[in-house]
């Protein structure tokens, strides 16, 4: 499954798995939200509530399309959030990764680069439909 996320400076598609929290996340399409940041992360609320599933995990790798079931949010890490290890400071070998606000689900990947995603800015609309 593939979906694009577009918003005023870019978009980009991403690759979803075949979990229980994608397929909802695909049945409501299309979507459109508020961009909030958090470091170098994105997400914005979807109005679903998935349960949190077995494999959640709350340090991704960047590019990672991860659902934030406390916020009912798509979370989009692209580098290091304000809980990161390291955060603040070059990447070294004590952090730099992508550290979520907690366990997130893993939804899929972002295709190619997720550093497109630093060209959101807070408060931007976001849309979201099948690519």
Known sequence: MKIRISWPAGHLTA???????AAA???????QATAHTWGEEVYFDT???PALEAGARQVVAPGT???WTEGNALALPYGPTPISRGWGFPQTEFGGECRLASPCNVLGRVDGDPRALATVRDGDVIHVERA
């Open 15 to 21: 690759t979803l798995d075949d979990t229980p929290t």
């Open 25 to 31: 996340l695909i049945a409501a399409l299309p979507l």
């Open 47 to 49: 109005g679903l509530t």
């Open 65 to 67: 399309v991860a659902f």
